[in-house]
């Protein structure tokens, strides 16, 4: 009976994450990489840019330079987002309770540490290979 309080608490501790996270995603992350790329696209004379035209539009060294910083916010995101999710499925393996706060100070702390230490694969990783592997897991950042 214990494991089962444990299990929903966990449950509801993990969905108030995900809410939370989903509308930090959509209210604050998203606007300001838009808002990057817009300006971008307007400081080079472009109103808008199609998928025909990325490649020639984004191959330059300032260009380059915006889509790595990108790349490297969502890589960040996405990867603090799977943090979060892999300490909540295991605090409820264990049988331990835990609260959002907490999971989101250890999950800041275990990125902190992984993106000093490898930065590049995870962003080769989880934009570059993660994306096709619908079936596996679903980003806050995708589908929004």
């Known amino acids: 009976m214990h494991c089962l309080k444990v299990f929903w608490s966990n449950l509801l501790e ?44 984004f191959f330059t060294w300032p ?15 996405i990867f603090f987002e799977i943090s979060v999710n892999i300490i909540i499925g295991i605090a409820t393996y264990n049988n331990n309770r835990i609260k959002v706060f907490t999971v989101v ?21 989880y934009v570059g290979v993660l994306p096709f592997l619908h079936f596996v897991y679903i980003n806050s950042l995708e589908r929004v």
């Not at 260009?63 to 890589?75: D, N």
């Not at 100070?105 to 990783?125: L, Q, S, Y």
């Open 63 to 77: 260009s380059l330079i915006i889509l790595v910083i990108i790349i490297m916010v969502f890589t960040i995101c």
């Open 14 to 57: 993990a969905f108030k994450f995900e809410i939370l996270f989903k509308i930090i995603c959509l209210i604050i992350i998203l606007p300001i990489i838009k808002f990057i790329i817009d300006k971008y696209l307007w400081i080079n004379g472009y109103n808008i840019s199609f998928n025909s035209d990325i490649i020639s539009r």
């Open 105 to 125: 100070c250890i999950a800041v702390d275990i990125t902190k540490k992984i993106i000093r230490k490898n930065i590049i694969g995870i962003a080769a990783f």
